[in-house]
């Protein structure tokens, strides 16, 4: 691997593929981002992001942003996994931190996952 190639980056118009590409171009790296033809990509544009258009469940146009690429981060996921990203739990109900306490609703019997989004990034 030649190291000078771009990172793909698989969902960055989402929160933490934003906050992934954000972390990558701080490190220096050059950063590519596979956009669904529908989504809105002039904030990438205009963070100097190669902009290629396409679908994760499209394998043409995968591989076609994956080629000359050096690494692929997938942020672009179902909820199939449980986990919730803690700063988006705070903007909805105010800081959990601050009032000692979280509310969330689900199943007691399924075990859960906090994260911020920015310590998933880095």
């Keep these: 691997m030649s190291n000078d190639g771009p990172v793909l980056v698989v969902g960055g118009t989402g929160l933490l593929g934003g906050k992934v590409i954000?972390?990558?171009?701080?490190?220096?790296?050059?950063?590519?981002?596979l956009v669904r033809p529908s989504s809105e990509a002039t904030g990438l544009m205009d963070s100097r992001v190669e902009v290629v258009r396409g679908d994760m469940m499209d394998p043409e146009s995968l591989l076609r942003a994956m080629e000359?690429?050096?690494?692929?981060?997938t942020t672009?996921?179902?909820?199939?996994?449980?986990?919730?990203?803690?700063?988006?739990?705070?903007?909805?109900?105010?800081?959990?931190?601050?009032?000692?306490?979280?509310?969330?609703?689900?199943?007691?019997?399924?075990?859960?996952?906090?994260?911020?989004?920015?310590?998933?990034?880095?």
């Design 68 to 73: 000359g690429a050096d690494a692929v981060i």
């Design 76 to 122: 672009a996921a179902g909820y199939t996994r449980p986990g919730a990203f803690l700063d988006q739990v705070a903007r909805g109900g105010g800081d959990p931190f601050a009032r000692r306490r979280l509310t969330w609703l689900g199943s007691d019997q399924v075990p859960m996952t906090f994260v911020l989004t920015s310590d998933l990034a880095e």
């Design 22 to 33: 954000t972390a990558l171009q701080g490190k220096g790296k050059r950063v590519r981002a």
